[in-house]
């Protein structure tokens, strides 16, 4: 059982950045596949960021590429969202969620086994 919490989201001007954090309890961490995904209000959850349960292997979507960076640190049981430039457009909850043991990172919401309460994200203009 993993349960995760997230926590750094608010209200940031367009153009600033904000990092995320989603903290994750319940052993075994680094055996994990760790997504970020968002939802805006009227869309449907959004794929964002993902690392490989080994650290190794990182994948975003087109619309965050060069802006935001995920990251991991298994020793603190916590994965990052580093974003960057952000816009309007980025505004959503944004949710992490765990995939495994021992699962390739995918970017679909249906395959992650485990999720947080979501944080919210407001990018001002």
């Known amino acids: 059982q993993v349960q995760l919490v997230e926590s750094g989201g608010g209200l940031v001007q367009a153009g600033g950045s904000l990092r995320l954090s989603c903290a994750a309890s319940?052993?075994?961490?680094?055996?994990?596949?760790m997504g970020w995904f968002r939802q805006a209000p009227g869309k449907g959850r959004e794929f964002v960021a993902a690392s490989g349960w080994s650290g190794g292997s990182t994948y975003y979507a087109d619309s965050v590429k060069g802006r935001f960076t995920i990251s991991r640190d298994n020793a603190k049981n916590t994965v990052y969202l580093q974003m960057n430039s952000l816009s309007p457009e980025d505004t959503a909850v944004y949710y992490c969620?765990?995939?495994?043991?021992?699962?390739?990172?995918?970017?679909?919401?249906?395959?992650?086994?485990?999720w947080g309460q979501g944080t919210q994200v407001t990018v001002s203009s």
């Open positions: 969620a765990a995939r495994g043991p021992f699962q390739i990172a995918t970017m679909r919401p249906t395959e992650y086994n485990y």
């Open positions: 319940g052993r075994n961490f680094r055996i994990y596949a």
